[in-house]
């Protein structure tokens, strides 16, 4: 079958390579053309005083069917959630509904120019400020924001506002604290606003190590910033003793909220003792990864915090209406506009879909799921931290390279053949040859027990026969991919053939 | 319940298999003290039919600007979408994927914005493109601080004509960050190179404009550029990106980065975001550029591929040494706005540029004629301009929104003198334009 | 390699078959509920007077999730005109503009009940007098219903309104005369219209055979069809004498347009002398084919036979106005409501969108590409009809089924290793191991130009190495099928596993 | 132009390659007398912005009822389509493929055809389902034209309570063809079984009914079915695929043969087309039947996979043999009702019809209340009824339309006994249903 497959020149169904679309087409074809002129045409370097384009823009000139058929070819080569099961760890890649992307579509948003009047955007405020509410009752923080376009952004924005409050204290402080579990936006948000960070390492058991936290806690620190439940996937159960110790030294507590999934309708952050969070719509509200955003960050943070929040910020007049206002201490704006408003819609269709009871069950069920497929893996693989574990769970492929030189990098390309997409790997830092997995919520059992299946059938394979692993993939469009040639040779832009 | 596949007797049968008989077990770790013990209080979920119906009402409260003869601009467009644009975000395999961490099965979000990283440079003349920013403010500002990195200065000299909007952008990130912005001084038109020149020196990490700036006027950036460079300064400039289709590119005066908010390729209005912020710079800097950069390389079989590179420069791998801390962008608006060049191509992108500059100036010829506009200024410009208007803008605006004209955005009230700045897109009809003039003419 | 991908299980990014949407999910979920009930309820055996089921009926009960899944997968198994070239003779597969399907899903369009007051549905019905005042024009042939819902129910109205016409003459007729290489829609039309199909044999140069047409021709005769340009891609150039001879005889001559695309705007049917012409619209006019319909078949007809037509007709009032109409003779109505609307949508907007020179090329374009392919591929196969085609060409695979024992069929299962979808094979019946190609004109020369090297290469493989060309195809989702199975033993609905 | 990607040195340098110097040459073949040697009299071709403004206003010129309380059914009925639908549709495998007749590279149409059939055999019972006709109506005619082939008599009777559309397009094949059509009386209510029983003889082919009828009605199924099948004929069910999620199937009243409009399965009401014939019948009499059927068998491989089968019942091989002359068929309409019966499951079906039918009993009841209305019949009934109205219909009807109400269908206009048809699907809310109540009752 081999020589028929190589024999086989690339066609549209086989899925491999495809050219870029710079080498289709050909230079007069263009499939959009401007409308009919049906005012005079104007002398363009008299209208832009000399500064008009002496060659044109080398981009691709192709018709709409090219188009369809080489985007149709790019999205065959791609994986996602529609694709299978997608358990990478942090990300909570659960289904995204089609009513959202619908709703998201409605003119009656999509349509909206940002400086309208605010009597024809009533909808528009209507939505946010719902979704604003609910953030604030799921997060039991009351000041919310919706303008971060991500997590990282919403990051960077609290801190704004730690920054901002201290000032305004005359108390103004130098250092940040996270634990070496944190997510590498918490450092570098960190370092964006001014701030040094201190790296705690963590307790044995993967958590807080308190004593640590507070050997470095002192009034210089400005905010510990933890991710919570953690990104070993573990709730910690001193998070009370932990935003205490915080608040002990004047700092802020900061719950990075990339895990709210786990923990929605059962505990909130607010109610731990966190001042501020970011919640990523793109990951607990179901908004869609889009292939890296957009995404949505908004921050919820305590009522004190409230007025160090970026502006504008939609809100509910007394006489029923909307408005648009800006806190009176406010940090500024951190991006333009009032945030990614067809995100948003998305999210608030989510919570509205839900409600309470699904919202908790969301929870539970994404906990449960987490806990099932943990029970059927542990015996293949290393368990760092053998406990019950909330949304995700990190296993060890350090058995795997100590016995038989495969290591987690090389499983993960081999679960590609067997059809799922790979965990998150090395990522904490903390687990050698960490694997990093979270199957959400919504995908049905049949999709874990073949994962597990698939990852139990690669562990045997390590060891039967290590190099098949060390191989793979076999079956994707493209095989492993030279990444050292790609960074020390940067090719970066399509550039004409010689 | 929606969106969950697990059935009651499944459900049981997991928590068998995890050792626990309710799922509250599972959460023993939450201190009691932490615990919600309520429900949340929430509006009850929907099914989808209410759900529906309540979406329609709440987008049925506005009236999107997309429905009227729109002629708003001041940084969000209202251009044509071509229809195949959609049709390709709407494929799940881009729109429900994540970052591409795993090249192999993601090469066709790589690929896509591989040929997005080459169609920025093509319009910008830069040799290297990132994957995106989260709009053109937060690009902008990202420019002042690679160029602090760049030349390991700290001062930006910020043009007064740049988008209000970026400007406070800037102070916010400056206030945390380490940067000191100048804002130059600008009272309409054309921003006065002289101005610039007398603020500068050798301190000055980047001189940053915008052309067209925030009232649409061309800057002198020949002029600008060598400035900056006089002082060892980068020279960042902010461009319209359909403009970028008849215009010279910023390369040709010397940019160092060019930045710009690209939703006016081919992505919604959408009450203004998610936008796209294009960045692009010269390949001697690559290693400062924040973001995410897609590069091309070879698999083990030896054929092309592409893959995330350079990621030594991001948060994930060098943590507080980063150059940014962005981690998810806009990759699908990215998307968008490369099926929106791949379908335009560089004909159409210069015919819609060419309509727009042409209707702006029919537009404006038509009011002035009213005799109830007037033209603060006479420097070159391309498809937005401001006008002062004889009269109570506030109320012409109110009241020409009744009948289905959004009158351009009323940049500043004063007696008599009223400023208002008009976009024309090529989605603007000759008909259309002196209906508007006629109407305003007879109020 | 091969061991690789048979030691792997079938996930998602491989393509093969697929569980059925029935083997998923469980009998609980649900992901579509009726909304929450705010009125009484009622007690449904009472409400149905005992007629409530007593069994629910085993359709699947999945997610969403489950299903957007299965989709994905089994789109992924299709080819479309999306995916690649698809020369399928007869079908014109050309380029389905996107803009059209936006435009059909519009709420003013799509949202529209039939039973609507007239006032308020005046936009589709001025689509619809704008539809077939162009269809009108372009076929040179007043009169026009847009009911129909497909070619073949043009033909069996069009027959319907001549039985009509000869009835109100008092002079009804038995027979239809085709050629040997009409559609078998055809004859079927005819069967069902209650005429007697006569076949002549078509002339050695593929075109009718005058003498043999005249000599069945007489007073019992009510009609000739035939399509033209015919099914081996010539324009008859007797057209004139031959609906001539037709009128002779009190017939009417019947023009079958599924290939109209070759001649948009050079010539007419009208002016050929047909009295009647159906029209695909899912051809000529660029509506989907949907994987087998709905398409359209408008009838258009001379200005004597449109009394006949099938109503309701929508029309311009004097008043500038829209209507709906029933012609005086009307045969009836031959379907529900006023034709397939959505699909008329599209094939208006194709027409606006291209105009009197668009179509022009769009005919210019679909036949020089067609004779550009024939030129390319006529050393390697064997070209019964060797002259000027129209929009397609018919070649045979009888030297390759002589010399080599390799059939056409095999020779388009090959094609589908290539990445092709094959032409269509074994019509007209007329030519030995007939392969009807079409190219349309919405292919880049990059594509005809692949197209004819990959059946060049597989002429070769057919001497070099039959057996390989026999085995075909080996890189599609599944392999060749056992299609005598299937006829023998049928399985036509999935059954619960025993 | 315009979707033509060859650009005019290619076309020249084909037109080498075949040997023509212009394009006109390779029409040689037309008679000088046919050539049309003009240009089209149509419309100037449109950029896509001017094609997608035209296309917006005609659809503007439109009041969908869709977008107001829609009481309107009669054969085409505004249930709710669930999201995924379309976003199943949108697929361009699914949508831009041809038939199936390659199933190596169909096997998606396939196996959802497949899955489509096997549903509709569940819904009505029966043993096999065809994989679409157009419509209902041909749906019906199909019906009694096969039942001709099985029985080989060739007269039907046909219920006068069944759509009369259908009734009119049955009159206008049976005209063309070789059945001669018997339409039962029906004066409103149920058909009278006595009635049918009456006209029935050995000459009768079938006995074809729909339940709900025309106006709402469910007919008495078993009594119908015993008098056709004590002469021999067949009986045919025209059902709503909606009801039968709470209805027993057609087979358990023994329906030989069960069609119906599925356009209520996912499909818009689109001015009434494109809907969806569905087709189902035993076994036994499979090779009687019109159009395709998708078969499970495997291939070379021995895996499981689909193909059109049994096509030597099909016109392209049996020609005037052939059981019909269906060729194109309403693929993508089954696609449809095959998503939207795996989005609602049985449960979901179930809940959707209970609600229709639960609503449509509260607003008859409230009608009635108001006084103006009377109720005809008490027959039992689906989710459509009809009432008589006290007063002028037409204006009634005229002025609550003003008021975004669609007041059901006028079917007939008497003296003060006016008969409007109303359905009440589940998207209707008891605050829509209070409000139409109480504005009629105002008038
Ligand atoms: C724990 C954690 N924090 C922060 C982030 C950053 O979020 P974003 O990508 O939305 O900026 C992520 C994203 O992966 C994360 O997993
Ligand atoms: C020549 C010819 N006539 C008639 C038809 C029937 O058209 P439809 O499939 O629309 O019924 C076809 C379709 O393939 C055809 O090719």
Redesign the interface.
């Known amino acids: 079958?081999?020589e028929?497959?190589a024999?086989?020149?690339?066609?549209?169904?086989?899925?491999?390579?495809?050219e870029?679309?710079?080498d289709?087409?050909?230079?007069?074809?263009?499939?959009?053309?401007?409308?009919?002129?049906?005012?005079?045409?104007?002398d363009?370097s008299e209208?832009?005083?000399g500064?008009?384009?002496?060659e044109?823009?080398?981009?691709?000139?192709?018709?709409?069917?090219?188009?369809?058929?080489?985007?149709?070819?790019?999205?065959?080569?791609?994986?996602?959630?529609?694709?299978?099961?997608?358990p990478?760890g942090s990300?909570t890649?659960?289904?995204?509904?089609?009513?959202n992307?619908?709703?998201?579509?409605?003119?009656?948003?999509?349509?909206?120019?940002?400086?309208?009047?605010v009597d024809?955007?009533?909808?528009?405020l209507?939505?946010m400020v719902g979704l604003s509410e609910?953030l604030a009752?799921?997060s039991?923080l009351p000041g919310v924001t919706l303008q971060p376009?991500?997590?990282?952004?919403g990051?960077?924005t609290a801190?704004?506002c730690f920054?901002?409050a201290h000032t305004a204290n005359g108390d103004p402080r130098k250092k940040v604290v996270i634990p070496d579990t944190a997510?590498?936006?918490n450092?570098?948000?960190?370092?964006?606003?001014?701030y040094e960070?201190v790296t705690i390492p963590s307790g044995d058991d993967g958590l807080v190590d308190l004593d640590a936290l507070k050997a470095v806690l002192d009034e210089d620190v400005a905010a510990f910033m933890l991710t919570n439940p953690n990104t070993v996937g573990?709730?910690?159960?001193q998070?009370?003793e932990i935003t205490e110790a915080v608040h002990a030294v004047g700092a802020f507590a900061y719950c990075d909220g990339a895990n709210l999934n786990a923990?929605l309708?059962?505990?909130?952050p607010g109610?731990?003792?966190f001042d501020a969070l970011h919640i990523?719509l793109?990951k607990t509200f179901?908004t869609?990864?889009?292939?890296?955003?957009?995404?949505a960050g908004p921050v919820c943070v305590t009522a004190p915090l409230a007025q160090f929040l970026?502006g504008p910020i939609p809100f509910r007049q007394s006489n029923g209406t909307f408005g648009l206002n800006t806190p009176e201490g406010s940090?500024?704006?951190?991006?333009?506009?009032?945030?990614?408003?067809?995100?948003l819609?998305r999210a608030y269709?989510y919570?509205?879909?839900?409600?309470?009871?699904?919202?908790?069950?969301?929870a539970?069920?994404a906990?449960?799921?987490a806990?099932?497929l943990k029970?059927?893996l542990k015996g293949s693989f290393d368990l760092p931290y053998d406990r019950?574990c909330?949304h995700e769970f990190v296993l060890s492929g350090g058995r795997q390279k100590r016995e038989h030189g495969v290591r987690t990098l090389d499983m993960?390309?081999r679960l590609?053949?067997?059809?799922?997409?790979?965990p998150?790997v090395y990522?904490p830092l903390l687990v050698d040859e960490a694997l990093m997995i979270e199957p959400t919520?919504?995908?049905?059992?049949?999709a874990l027990d073949?994962f597990a299946d698939?990852l139990i059938a690669i562990a045997e394979e390590s060891s039967a026969d290590p190099d098949?692993v060390k191989?793979?993939?076999?079956?994707?469009?493209?095989?492993?991919?030279?990444?050292a040639?790609?960074?020390r040779e940067?090719?970066?832009?399509?550039t004409p053939p010689a | 319940m929606r969106y969950i596949p697990v059935t009651c007797e499944q459900r049981e049968a997991m928590l068998r298999a995890v050792g626990v008989e309710r799922v509250e077990e599972l959460f023993a770790d939450v201190p009691e003290k932490a615990l919600l013990n309520r429900p949340l209080e929430l509006p009850a979920g929907m099914s989808e039919i209410d759900l529906a119906r309540h979406l329609k009402s709440l987008s049925g409260a506005n009236i999107p600007a997309s429905w009227i003869v729109n002629f708003a601009g001041a940084g969000v467009y209202d251009h044509h979408v071509p229809s195949v644009v959609d049709h390709v975000l709407r494929k799940p395999e881009f729109f429900t994927a994540y970052t591409p961490y795993q090249p192999e099965v993601s090469q066709g979000t790589l690929q896509a914005i591989f040929e997005y990283q080459s169609m920025i440079c093509a319009l910008t003349g830069m040799d290297v493109a990132n994957a995106s920013m989260y709009d053109g403010a937060t690009a902008f500002v990202e420019a002042a601080l690679m160029a602090c990195r760049v030349t390991k200065r700290q001062k930006v000299l910020v043009a007064g004509s740049v988008h209000p909007e970026w400007i406070e952008v800037m102070y916010t990130y400056a206030e945390a960050g380490h940067v000191d912005v100048e804002v130059i001084d600008f009272d309409g038109g054309r921003l006065d190179p002289t101005q610039v020149a007398d603020a500068m020196d050798a301190s000055v990490a980047a001189v940053l404009v915008a052309s067209p700036n925030f009232v649409g006027v061309l800057e002198d950036l020949d002029a600008l550029g060598k400035i900056a460079h006089g002082e060892g300064a980068l020279f960042v400039v902010a461009a319209n990106p359909i403009m970028l289709g008849i215009m010279e590119p910023p390369s040709t005066f010397g940019a160092d980065i060019v930045v710009g908010e690209g939703q006016p390729l081919g992505n919604a209005m959408s009450f203004g975001g998610p936008g796209l912020g294009f960045f692009a710079c010269r390949q001697k800097n690559v290693r400062q550029m924040p973001g995410r950069l897609v590069g091309q390389t070879v698999d083990a079989d030896g054929q092309k591929a592409y893959v995330l590179t350079l990621s030594t420069r991001e948060q994930h791998i060098r943590r507080e040494k980063a150059t940014s801390n962005i981690c998810s962008n806009h990759a699908l608006n990215a998307l968008a706005a490369g099926a929106y060049l791949a379908a335009v191509g560089s004909v159409g992108l210069s015919e819609i540029a060419r309509a727009c500059v042409a209707k702006a100036r029919y537009l404006r010829d038509r009011l002035i004629e009213t005799g109830k506009f007037a033209a603060p200024w006479e420097d070159p410009f391309g498809y937005e301009f401001a006008l002062t208007y004889k009269g109570d803008a506030d109320e012409m605006h109110a009241r020409m929104f009744e009948r289905g004209f959004f009158a351009g955005i009323i940049l500043s009230v004063e007696d008599e003198h009223d400023m208002i700045l008009f976009a024309v897109t090529e989605k603007r009809t000759r008909e259309e334009m002196d209906a508007f003039a006629e109407e305003v003419a007879a109020l």
């Open positions: 079958m081999s028929q497959l024999n086989t020149p690339s066609g549209a169904p086989l899925r491999g390579p495809r870029s679309i710079f289709l087409g050909s230079p007069e074809s263009s499939c959009v053309l401007g409308p009919a002129l049906d005012v005079p045409e104007v363009l209208a832009l005083g500064a008009d384009r002496t044109s823009p080398q981009l691709p000139n192709v018709t709409e069917l090219e188009i369809m058929r080489h985007y149709a070819h790019l999205a065959e080569m791609n994986f996602g959630v529609d694709s299978g099961f997608y990478l990300c890649m659960k289904y995204n509904p089609r009513i992307e619908d709703a998201a579509r409605f003119d009656g948003f999509a349509g909206l120019h940002p400086y309208q009047p024809t955007v009533q909808g528009a209507e939505l609910s009752e799921i039991g376009a991500a997590g990282a952004h990051e960077l801190l704004m920054r901002a997510h590498g936006t450092p570098a948000s960190v370092k964006m606003c001014g960070t573990l709730f910690d159960p998070i009370l923990v309708g059962v505990t909130r109610d731990q003792g990523n793109h179901s869609p990864h889009g292939g890296g955003g957009p995404g970026p940090i500024g704006r951190v991006r333009s506009f009032y945030g990614n408003f067809g995100v819609v269709a919570v509205r879909a839900l409600g309470p009871d699904g919202l908790a069950e969301v539970h069920q906990v449960l799921s806990n099932y029970e059927k019950v909330m993960a390309k590609l053949d067997y059809g799922f997409h790979p998150t990522f919520e919504t995908e049905p059992i049949a073949a698939a098949l191989g793979a993939p076999y079956t994707t469009p493209v095989r492993r991919l030279d990444e040639r790609a960074a940067p090719v970066l832009r399509w």
